[in-house]
């Protein structure tokens, strides 16, 4: 096999020729032709390949396990292959070649090829000169000649193989004339694939630099040892493989692990042929094996990330730019309920809900700017309809520098959110029963602020009239006429009546039996009325009756009483000598205005007199136990305290029943 040339028509730059290589091994052939196709149509050329079935075989066998698309390669019309004898057969004429029909039939195959780029040049080999050869060595010679004319026409590079069954290493100058370069050594030492040369019984008998570089022997070292030097303990399969050939079976290309000279062992990918003489006798094998350790170990790393993603519980999905779904891992599914196979091919969009259809897009483009999207949290649609709460990172997939898709890592966080309401709720909870509490001290703070204003008023008003009446009573005794008596005794009456209107002052004001049993408007006329000649403030009391008529209890004493403790603070902290009460309905509720012109003070500073500052919370707090609200506005020229509280709209009949009942109460007050 060392007399055998492979010519390495990718390692050097084809220039427009006609270049001839003298084989003896069907081998050898088919690694000059995968050179000398795979190199030209990396550069962009066309290839034209004119074949015996038994090469063309080969060949596509090779391509395709070099990773070229040769069905692809083909249908574009980059890649052309034609066979050889049916070739011949269209242009022969009376035994010999025809200049017309070659050239129409080479014509017609040039048109059909397809170049990938600026470069438009053909590559063309072809076996038909040496079919001819065999038979016909004058057509083959003829032939010849009329390639040399295509090429001289056309930018294309010819390349011929002969046989040495045929031709042997001596090439006739017949033959040798037409073309430009002539291989005819072998020229296999500078292939970086190992090939070996191994006999029938396990010899190595070739050994060319690739070998060397792959596996650590040097030529000499390696020619003459046993093939099983070449393999691991337990597994030789080179045995079994030559047993298939002897007994003429094909062997396709296949995947070995090799034995290195430094011990180490590496993957191989091995194309194995049988050697021949050219009495058809197989005298042994040529073995081409190339490395694919990096190739296996990135494989395996590859498949290790892969499981990891497969055996993540967050969910991996990998899309197109286009949002297509390429890829969905065992936690997308668990995640979202779909399977593979019903999400792969589909958008992404099947996960948005309605509303969201613009998030998507707007990361894609985000994406292909080279950004990475950081964890952010959105809603997803799982199969079955539910809503699930996801947290989100996107970043782009990259090809040898260019974004081609995007990589998408969710994770479930419904039971985080929940648990963040569950804390919110707490929170909020803590807070009411903080305010509860708040309230429960006010209301308490109120309550003895009431009794020492009961006390307070009893001692100053009603005890000092009950003392004057004790000694108006002593003095009675000692009156010296019966008119004396009976004055001291008129005198007596008018502090008793006077000490019974403040008791039932008091009275009214800590519960308003008019207010129960006539309503709000009538309530605040009599405490308006008690309150200026109480206060000696001019009070001022606005209010359309029907707006009062039909209001719930609780929306009249909660009025009642707030309008009772703005007044009080007015006459306690304003100095004002005016007070206007307005209160009205509105279509949203009840409104109730109390504003005076008296000093006025700060509503949000910090200090506040705690008195003022407890009305106001109570009156605040009342109002919003029936859901309304309280403002307050105050400044040089005085207060204004506005109160709203939401309440339904009154009906017809209630409003003429209250009516009735105003009616009665003002027959009974011209009757007293």
Known sequence: MSAEAIWLVAERRVSDGHIAQIVAHEAVLTESLRRFTTH?????????????????????????????????????????????????????????????????????????????????????????????????????????????????????????????????ERFPAALRTPHSHIVTSAIAEASGDAIVGHTLEQKIIYW???????????????????SS??????????????????????????????????????????????IMTRDGEIVGVSVIGRDISDRKRMEAALQRLAAIVESSEDAIIAKELDTTVTSWN????????????????????????????????????RIQRGEKVESYETKRLRKDGALIDVSVTVSPIKLRGEIIGASAVARDISERKKADAARVQIALLEQAQAAHQRQLEHVLEAQEQERRRIARELHDEAGQLMASLLVGLRALDDADTVED???????????????????????????????????????????????????????????????????????QLAVFRIVQEALTNVAKHSRATAVSIRVARSATGLETTVADNGSGFDPD???????????????GERAAILGGSVSVSSGATGTAILVHIPVEQRSQGAVGGRRESLGVLECQESAS
């Not at 052309?80 to 014509?107: H, K």
């Not at 690739?210 to 020619?223: L, V």
């Not at 080179?238 to 180490?264: F, M, N, Q, S, W």
Request: aromatic share 6%; glycine share 8%; hydrophobic share 40%.
């Open 40 to 168: 030209g149509l990396s550069q962009g050329e066309a290839v034209l390949l004119v074949l015996i079935p038994s090469h063309r075989e080969m060949l596509v066998q090779q391509l395709n396990a070099d990773g070229l698309d040769v069905a692809g390669l083909q249908h574009d019309g980059h890649l052309v292959l034609r066979d050889a004898a049916e070739l011949v057969t269209g242009f022969m004429l009376d035994g010999m070649p025809d200049a017309t029909f070659f050239r129409t039939s080479i014509d017609e195959l040039l048109a059909t090829l397809r170049f990938t780029g600026r470069n438009r040049k053909v590559r063309v080999f072809s076996e038909m000169v040496d079919l001819l050869w065999r038979s016909n060595p004058a057509a083959a010679i003829r032939l010849e000649q009329m390639w040399n004319d295509v090429i001289e026409r056309s930018r294309l590079a010819a390349f011929c193989a002969y046989s040495t069954s045929y031709v042997y």
């Open 485 to 555: 008596a009976k004055a001291q005794a008129r005198r007596l009456r008018g502090i008793a009546v006077h000490a019974i209107d403040e008791v039932g002052r008091l009275v009214r004001g800590l519960h308003s039996s008019v207010l129960e049993d006539y309503g709000l408007g009538v309530a605040l006329q009599r405490y308006v009325e008690d309150y200026s000649q109480i206060y000696n403030i001019a009070a001022d009391l606005a209010l359309n009756e029907p707006d009062t008529i039909d209001l719930p209890s609780a929306v």
């Open 605 to 619: 500073a910090e200090r506040v007199n705690s008195v003022t500052q407890l009305g106001l919370q109570i009156m």
């Open 229 to 274: 030097s070449l393999m691991p303990r337990g597994q030789n399969e080179l045995p079994g493989v030559i047993e298939r050939i002897r007994r003429g079976e094909k062997v396709e290309p296949y995947e070995a692990r090799c034995l290195r000279k430094d011990g180490t062992v590496i993957d191989v990918s091995v194309v194995v042929s049988p």
């Open 330 to 365: 065992h936690g997308a599914e668990k995640l979202y309920g779909y399977a593979a196979a019903e999400m792969i091919g589909r958008p992404i969009s099947v996960l948005l809900p309605q509303g969201a259809e613009d998030e998507v897009p707007a990361i894609m483009e």
């Open 208 to 226: 060319n630099r690739g070998a060397e570089q792959m596996y650590g022997y040097a030529s000499y070292e390696a020619i003459g040892r046993p």
